[in-house]
């Protein structure tokens, strides 16, 4: 498949694109926040057209509260068709946030389908919407002859394109080799004197790095550090099988439970 064969995730968004404007839906949002309630926390935002108008709108405390499929994406999994074409399905929003559909409706973006999407570790909300210039009754047809293809790419795009994100951090972020060495080193939990005599060089050297480091990444501490080091792949994720035995929990419908070793060979890159 096309996704599994990306490499970079602008890869992936550009096959999103092109899937939404075979279908008439050329206008995608796709954002993910870091914090399952925090929308403020905000990973990425990325959009198929000029959205400057719309963040804007978004800046607005009082608006961004009332985003229908922000709302919608941190409390269900089920898609919802958006737009002013379905504004009788809304539950109910101020009239600001009516004229912002309003506005969106003039720029082209009548109706669409919006899917929530969700990372559990760590807990992160996420959210791909299609839309288009389309009646209620058109986005209505597209829903029923293509939702499940939209549902699905969303989803896989949505895994194939944060793990190349995070493996994408130390170039967004100009990180060296040298600095991505004592990301790991402080991801294993070594103090400065420790890592100083792995390195060969002074603790004050040590110290001068990681000052640089957390001014390059925005980390304000060594245990924001050793997670980093997990998220972007230098470490492995402590949940995650890897090479050699490990025990495995069966448990049956029938009450009986039992505990399996096997032997596991990691074949990830």
């Given amino acids: 498949m096309k996704l599994e064969r990306t490499e970079r995730s602008r890869q992936v968004w550009q096959l999103i694109v092109a899937l939404g404007q075979e279908l008439s839906l ?10 399952f309630r925090d929308w403020r926390k905000t990973l990425f935002i990325r ?25 919608h994406a941190m409390h269900y999994l089920t898609p919802i068709a958006v737009g002013i074409e379905f504004l009788d399905e809304y539950r109910h929003i101020p009239q600001a946030r009516v004229d912002v559909l309003r506005r969106a409706a003039e720029k082209g973006i009548r109706a669409g389908f919006s899917i929530p999407l969700r990372t559990f570790a760590p807990p992160q909300a996420a959210l791909m919407t ?7 009754r058109q986005m209505t047809e ?33 990180i060296t080799p040298k600095q991505t060495e004592l990301i790991e080193l402080i991801g294993l939990g070594h103090q400065d004197k420790v890592i100083a005599d792995m390195l060969g060089i002074s603790i004050s050297a040590v110290r001068q790095r990681l000052n640089a480091l957390m001014a390059n990444t925005g980390m304000k501490s ?8 997990m998220f972007i ?37």
């Fill in 26 to 35: 050329p206008y995608i949002d796709f954002i993910a926040a870091s914090n």
């Fill in 142 to 174: 597209v829903i029923k002859a293509h939702g499940w293809t939209l549902h699905s790419a969303a989803l896989m795009a949505h895994q194939r394109y944060t793990q190349l994100f995070a493996a994408e951090f130390t170039e967004r972020n100009q």
């Fill in 47 to 71: 959009t198929s057209y000029d959205s400057n108008w719309l963040q804007d709108v978004n800046r607005d405390p009082d608006l961004q509260q009332w985003s229908y499929f922000r709302h």
């Fill in 222 to 229: 060594r245990t924001e550090l050793a997670a980093l080091a």
């Fill in 233 to 269: 792949g230098i470490l492995p994720h402590p949940l995650y099988p890897q090479e050699g035995e490990i025990e495995a929990l069966a448990e049956m419908d029938a009450g009986e439970t039992r505990t399996r070793r096997d032997l596991i060979i990691n074949t990830r890159p």
């Fill in 130 to 136: 299609f839309s288009g210039s389309m009646s209620r």
